[in-house]
């Protein structure tokens, strides 16, 4: 990575001359002049979809093998190293995450959309073939060819509307796999351009 002022500096937008490829975007300054929306799920959704995220697979082992795609994976604490992400309480991993006293993280890379789309797929079967996993620290199931794989102890499990976010503690893993990141952003799986 070249230092912050060699690298190419992102073409944006100025307040002077707005995006005119931005969605209600105006260039006589009425985007600030929208009505905002009332807070409702379909805000939210809209939001997220214009926020890049990195994608992970959360797994787990309980009476039975668990595994779900994650955008909401962050980055909490690195004295201790936590983490921390949402799980839905109606999908059908919470069960085993809600027992589960170790969960497995991974970062997938770009080589890795098809992973990303079976592990967010209902009523597939997840740790099939072809998906490549092998058991790993705790016993956890860890997913091959991944470019960073961490192993985390759960430390809380907070309440969070339809959701519990879990905080985990960062105990194993390898951060030097192969890839480059993948990323959602508006409801599609991308590598990053530059
Ligand atoms: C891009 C993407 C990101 C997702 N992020 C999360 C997440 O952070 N937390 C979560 O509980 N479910 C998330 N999901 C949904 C799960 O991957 C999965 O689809 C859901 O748990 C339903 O699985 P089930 O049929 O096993 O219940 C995401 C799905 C996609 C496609």
């Given amino acids: 990575m070249p230092p912050a002022e060699n690298r190419t500096a992102p073409r944006l937008p100025s307040p002077s001359s707005p995006d005119p490829g931005s969605p209600r975007g105006g260039t006589d300054g009425s985007a600030d002049a929208r009505a905002p929306l009332d807070g409702s799920p379909e805000l939210l ?49 919470w069960p085993v995450i809600a027992e589960a006293e170790h969960v497995g ?15 967010a797929r209902s009523g597939a079967d997840r740790f099939a073939p072809p998906t490549r996993w092998r058991e ?42 192969p890839g480059r990141p993948l990323v959602h952003h508006d409801g599609c799986y991308n590598a990053l351009r530059d």
Wanted: aromatic share 4%; with cysteine; glycine share 12%.
């Fill in 105 to 119: 993280v991974h970062l997938l890379g770009e080589h890795q959309r098809e992973l990303a789309g079976l592990f």
């Fill in 136 to 177: 790993g620290p705790e016993g956890v199931p860890l997913l091959e060819s991944v470019p960073v794989w961490l192993v985390c102890r759960v430390v809380a499990r907070v309440p969070a509307g339809d959701h519990r976010v879990v905080v985990a503690e960062v105990v194993a893993g390898d951060p030097a796999g």
């Fill in 45 to 93: 959704r809209a939001a997220f979809r214009r926020h890049p995220a990195g994608v992970a697979v959360i797994t787990a082992r309980g009476s039975r093998l668990a595994g779900f795609t994650a955008t909401s994976l962050t980055s909490v604490s690195a004295e201790p190293p936590l983490v921390s992400f949402g799980v839905g309480t109606a999908s059908g991993s």
